[in-house]
C-alpha cells in the first residue's frame, strides 16, 4: 500500500472543495468546513476523511437495502460514481455527488475499513468487476454479447 501523507490530503481536499462551492451553504463547502478541522494531525485527518466516506455510503446502502453496509458497497457505489460498464452500480446523483467531490478532490476511496489511495483501490475494484462480468455471463449467456443480425442467422 502507498504510504500517504493524510495531512496533505486533507489540505489540498479542502482547498479543492472550498474552490468547487458555488454558494453558502453547499454540499462542497460543507464538506470542506468539516474536514478543514481535521487537518492539523494526520491521524485525525485520515479518520475524518474516513467517517466522511463511510456515513454517506451507509445512507446509500440503508435507503437501497436497509443496511449499514450491504455486501459490495463500496465497489456498487463505486461503479455507478464511475459510469463502469461491467458492473452494476447504484446510487442517484445527488446522493453519489458528495462521494464524487471528495473523491476528486482527495485522490482517495474507502472501502469499508480504510481509505486507500486510487493506486491501492483500483486493482482490487478491477478484480471485482472483471468478476460480475463473469458472472453476469455465467448466469445469462449471451448477455453480454451483441445479438446476432439480422436476427435468426
Do not use: K
Amino acid at each position: 500500500m502507498a504510504d500517504v501523507d493524510w495531512r496533505a490530503v486533507c489540505e489540498r481536499a479542502v482547498a479543492a472543495l472550498a474552490a468547487a462551492a458555488t454558494g453558502d451553504g453547499d454540499a462542497p463547502a460543507g464538506l470542506a468546513a468539516e474536514l478543514a478541522g481535521s487537518v492539523a494531525e494526520p491521524a485525525i485527518a485520515a479518520a475524518t476523511l474516513a467517517g466522511l466516506f463511510r456515513s454517506r455510503m451507509s445512507a446509500i446502502s440503508r435507503e437501497y437495502f436497509g443496511s449499514e453496509w450491504a455486501p459490495e458497497n463500496e465497489y456498487s457505489i463505486w461503479a455507478r460514481l464511475t459510469n463502469e460498464a461491467r458492473a452494476w452500480g447504484y446510487g442517484g446523483d445527488a446522493e453519489i455527488a458528495p462521494l464524487r467531490w471528495l473523491a476528486e478532490a482527495t485522490g482517495c476511496w474507502f472501502n469499508g475499513q480504510e481509505i486507500l489511495a486510487f493506486a491501492d483501490w483500483q486493482p482490487a475494484y478491477e478484480q471485482w468487476a472483471e468478476q460480475q462480468v463473469s458472472l453476469v455471463r455465467r448466469m445469462t449467456p449471451g448477455a453480454l454479447q451483441p445479438p446476432a443480425f439480422p436476427p435468426g442467422h
